[in-house]
């Protein structure tokens, strides 16, 4: 948490880490973005093997394989190494990706046909480390559209609350709710909620948690070339790390990184 709160510039940051709203969700963003690329987007095919050498690159999927100069690896460490790799990573790099796992975090979405707490001067959000809902926030896009709350469960509360079944989830999210918020929470016009820890390409959210001492044994590895492999993604961030930021900002570094390598290169070319 030291390390993350110092790539966020400090504990005043919080405040405004997350003060701005996208409406239509953060993914528009992902989707607007691939309009520019999409006939180099592949979806459904997941990467199984990876072979480097001095000479290149080759990435394998079950449907085909690419050859490159160099792969960027823009993955949670703790996926990346369920990709199969020729040669083998060193030691460092695996025993990196055995001790910085994924967080635990359950989403919520309940609503309602209006953003009721406002008419009760309530702001919609919530901070309770006792659980099982840890947080909430108000996503209500419109003034005039139905109401949105945004439940989390964090950590132990949200291991806890993936066992359960969806039924009975729902039963203890709307629970904490109404607590929270009075009668009105009970009775949403739609309640959706996705555990992160059990999506098959997450396994959990939102970022990696390294133990303690991880970091200061295995940290450089994080973003340290492995020939001709790359690594990104908002772990490796040096700049709001686990955050959307972060992931921009870790991508750009590794491309200048292959840039560099790619001049080191014909640097070096009779």
């Known amino acids: ?80 190494a369920r990709i199969t790799y020729n040669p083998i990573l060193p030691a460092l790099r695996d025993g990196l990706t055995q001790r910085i796992g994924q967080g635990a975090v359950i989403k919520c979405l309940c609503m309602y046909e209006h953003p009721f707490w406002r008419e009760d001067g309530l702001s919609g959000a919530l901070l309770d480390a006792t659980g099982p809902i840890t947080a909430t926030l108000d996503g209500t896009a419109s003034t005039d559209g139905p109401g949105v709350l945004v439940a989390l469960a964090t950590g132990t509360h949200a291991r806890t609350l993936g066992t359960k079944r969806p039924a009975r989830r729902r039963e203890v999210v709307l629970d904490a709710l109404t607590r929270a918020f009075g009668p009105a929470a009970a009775q949403p016009m739609a309640y959706l909620d996705h555990d992160w820890s059990a999506d098959e390409w997450a396994r959990g959210g939102y970022g990696a948690i390294p133990a303690p001492g991880v970091l200061s044994e295995f940290g450089p590895m994080l973003t340290a070339p492995i020939g001709r492999i790359f690594w990104a993604g908002t772990e490796t961030a040096s700049a709001w790390r686990n955050y959307m930021e972060g992931a921009l900002e870790s991508g750009e570094r590794a491309a200048h990184q292959v840039a560099s390598h790619l001049d080191a290169k014909a640097e070096t070319r009779p």
Do not use: N
């Open 1 to 80: 948490m030291a390390h993350q709160l110092k790539t966020m510039g400090g504990t005043g940051s919080l405040e405004t880490a997350e003060q701005d709203f996208m409406v239509g969700g953060a993914g528009q963003l992902a989707k607007q973005l691939m309009v520019e690329i999409s006939d180099c987007v592949y979806l459904g095919e997941p990467v199984q093997h990876i072979a480097h050498s001095a000479e290149g690159v080759s990435v394998v999927t079950e449907q085909r394989a690419w050859q490159a100069f160099a792969v960027i690896v823009a993955m949670p460490p703790a996926l990346a």
